[in-house]
């Protein structure tokens, strides 16, 4: 009986160190993306904001940050997944996705989670919008020498 105690005992420490290890970690999954990021505030500051009750609210708070320098993937891929679920007028998505895509520090990722929620556009005039603005970055970007 005491050796089961001692195995029991042990493996609730293991249980509690390895909680304690992993306390701070967020993990985003969106569709087949999985980002892991520790303690981000922008990603908290995101979530915050999806709780505002009005959509006019959401959407000024929502393009601060997408023009905000030096955001990091992860947060951009949130802020995507963020405004696109929780934005219910198309401008206004369309809005704040196009403000992200004209900040120098957007990123691969995030420009991938666009395009994988663009049905989340009804407007075709919309969808063409983000794609053009998509493009035009893609065209001004460095290329890369051979």
Known sequence: MKGYAMRNGILIVALIAGAVCL???????ADEEVIRVADDPTIV????????????????????????????????????????????????KEDVLLTLIRNPGFGSA???????????????????KILEAINQRRAQAPTAVK
């Open 110 to 128: 995030a420009e991938s989670a666009i395009l994988k929620r663009l049905d989340k556009f009804s407007f075709e005039s919309s969808k063409n």
């Open 23 to 29: 306390a701070g970690c967020v993990i985003i999954a």
């Open 45 to 92: 500051e995101i979530n915050a904001i999806s709780k505002l009750s009005f959509d006019a609210d959401r959407q000024r708070a929502y393009k601060r940050i997408a023009a905000r320098e030096g955001l990091s993937e992860a947060a951009q891929v949130h802020l995507v997944k963020e405004a696109l679920d929780n934005l219910s007028f198309e401008a206004a």
